[in-house]
């Protein structure tokens, strides 16, 4: 058996994988950049603002709803998790309120089964909007975390492109020291 043959074949698939892994860490970088932007863009671009601590908009709200919300008091929202609490611990509830714990397609059947009841009009209108608007949200969290997770992807493809680079260098150390016959 040649074991240089053997150690320069070896060392070389181990750069070709630490090449690829840069590569794909490089990909996965932009990736979690771009969503990164995207949905801070955005969520800007929409001006929300958390209700300022102590108000009575968190105080009113269940106390574990509360707790959450109360987190980003006052500030303004700029990323997934922020669009995911309001959306579910903020607007969630007041939904839930509107519709007296019904969904928008219950309380938009029982407005199309009586057409002249204006009240049950106007709530499925709002229902619509709030529902609508808390699906965006949960929409841009879902982006968001989309890039989270190709962030931590990013720096395992790193860390694995450092390591195979190196036992690359290193396999070709050793092909450069061993015997032709091993």
Do not use: C
């Not at 698939?13 to 970088?29: D, M, N, P, S």
């Not at 949200?137 to 879902?142: D, E, I, S, V």
């Amino acid at each position: 058996m040649n074991r240089k043959f053997i150690d320069k074949v070896a060392s070389s698939t181990g750069l070709l994988l630490a090449v690829v892994l840069l590569i794909a860490g490089g990909l996965l970088t932009w990736g979690y950049s771009f969503t990164n932007d995207q949905v801070k863009t955005q969520l800007a671009e929409q001006n929300i603002t958390f209700p300022a601590a102590g108000s009575a908009a968190i105080t009113s709200l269940p106390a574990a709803d509360g707790a959450q919300v109360a987190k980003y008091a006052g500030e303004p929202m700029l990323n997934g998790r922020q669009a995911e609490v309001y959306a579910d611990h903020f607007i969630a509830v007041h939904l839930k309120e509107i519709g007296a714990g019904k969904t928008y397609s219950e309380v938009s059947a029982a407005a199309q089964a009586d057409p002249t009841n204006a009240a049950l009009a106007n709530q499925v209108q709002l229902l619509f909007r709030g529902s609508t608007l808390r699906g965006l949200l949960l929409y841009g969290y879902a982006f968001w975390q989309i890039g989270q997770i190709a962030m931590y992807a990013a720096l395992v493809a790193y860390l694995g492109g450092v390591l195979f680079l190196l036992l690359a260098l290193l396999g070709f150390l050793h092909a450069r020291r061993a015997e032709e016959k091993a």
